[in-house]
């Protein structure tokens, strides 16, 4: 079993930062790949990021150099660097965990970026 809790999230203006964290407890040692997701009202859920084991990262094509997805193993934390934010990242951001490279396992209960012009 796998609790992730989400934080960091907050109101900013366009052009402003926020930093994500997603805190992993539990099983941490059958984490394959972590992801972030986001998912704005009226629209589905989205990939933001994802960092394998690896440490191989991929991004949606929305990113475009923007955000920087990382891992510290030793703290059980996945971070999302989020920079030049704009008014259409507005969304709930949730973290997940893969435990078998298939489906996302486990959720979190996601934090709210507000992004305004």
């Known amino acids: 079993q796998v609790h992730l809790v989400e934080s960091g999230g907050g109101s900013v203006q366009a052009g402003g930062s926020l930093r994500l964290s997603c805190v992993a407890s539990?099983?941490?040692?059958?984490?394959?790949?972590m992801g972030w997701y986001r998912q704005a009202p009226e629209k589905q859920r989205e990939l933001v990021a994802r960092?394998?084991?690896?440490?191989?990262?991929d991004y949606g094509d929305f990113v475009k150099g923007r955000f920087t997805i990382s891992m510290d193993n030793a703290k059980s934390t996945s971070y999302l660097q989020m920079n030049n934010l704009k008014p259409e990242d507005t969304a709930v951001y949730l973290c997940a965990a893969d435990l078998d490279n298939s489906a996302w396992d486990y959720w979190g209960q996601g934090t709210q970026v507000t992004v305004s012009s």
């Open positions: 960092i394998s084991d690896s440490g191989r990262r």
């Open positions: 539990g099983a941490m040692f059958s984490i394959k790949n």
